[in-house]
């Protein structure tokens, strides 16, 4: 089924690379207009080549009020409207719990979960302004329903996202507004954001191959399996679906895989 985002506007934040340059790609492919927003200027530019004239370029510091007002006023005020935001834009930081500095804590505060808040708060403000109502979509991680004991400031901001969704949803459904509010918990996803966890294999390939051997299906995930189950939060097809998590992640969270032989 083609063209599901026909005549929407879409915001997507982190759309320089990885999974948001992905749903940036795919979102264009189905018919929307695509602002890609990113601190990262240049990739976003990079972004917007590959959708030629279905993709404007925006810099966005997602920790930033004012940066968000500014946006969803331009948004406004070259399309009348906004379908879509896809709150991607993400970082992470790795090691000991005991070393965590408070410099990395509140980074990833600032962009995993002030930034959400933001986005959903001026998105839904947008959207309603609009009339037309529309989904959010928060990229959250299976680190944002169980924990991971080197990953303790990722896990808890990615949390917070799972929970902030399901208030935005009820939020957004006990005004009838006709705003959607979901979650997407990916998997280890072989992008941009694992570079720094690379570095200290022999290879990225060994890497993947040692991330694939806790997940079920056996492979790690692509920006476009994120990318896909975006695109069906943000489509018509989503319609009834609000306040949920939705995983991809090869059934790692689904239980505990048997040793046995068969």
């Known amino acids: 089924m083609a063209g599901r985002l026909v005549g929407k506007v879409a915001i997507v934040t ?18 929307a207009r695509v602002l890609v927003a990113d601190i990262n200027e240049a990739g976003a530019q990079a972004t917007v080549k590959l959708l ?3 993709g404007d370029a925006h810099a966005l510091d997602v920790a930033s009020e004012p940066a968000w007002q500014g946006l969803m006023a331009t948004c406004l005020g070259l399309h009348k409207r906004l379908d879509v935001l896809v709150n991607c834009a993400g970082i992470g930081r790795a090691g ?21 808040f933001l986005g959903c708060k001026h998105g839904v403000k ?13 990229i959250s991680s299976i680190a944002g329903l169980v924990g991971g004991d080197d990953i303790a400031g ?17 939020h957004c459904a006990k005004y009838r507004t006709g705003i959607r509010c979901n979650s997407v918990h990916p998997t280890y996803v072989d992008s941009e954001m694992l570079d720094p966890v690379a570095a200290a294999f022999p290879s990225r390939e060994a890497m993947l191959a040692g991330m694939a051997e806790a997940v079920p ?22 319609d009834m ?8 992640d090869g059934a790692q969270l689904a239980g505990l895989a048997s040793k046995h032989t068969t």
């Open 154 to 170: 990722y896990s808890a901001t990615k949390g917070g996202v799972t929970t902030l969704t399901k208030s935005v949803a009820l």
């Open 14 to 31: 982190g759309g320089a690379s990885g999974v948001g340059r992905a749903t940036c790609t795919l979102f264009a492919a189905e018919g």
């Open 52 to 54: 030629g004239e279905a």
């Open 217 to 238: 299906m056996g492979r790690v995930a692509k920006p476009l399996d994120v990318a896909r189950a975006c695109l069906f939060l943000a489509s018509d097809d989503a």
């Open 126 to 138: 947008a959207m309603r302004k609009a009339g037309n109502g529309g989904a959010i979509v928060n």
């Open 241 to 248: 679906v609000s306040g949920s998590p939705l995983l991809v």
């Open 96 to 116: 000991n719990f005991e070393e965590l500095s408070l410099e990395d804590w509140n980074a990833q505060v600032a962009v995993n979960l002030t930034g959400v």
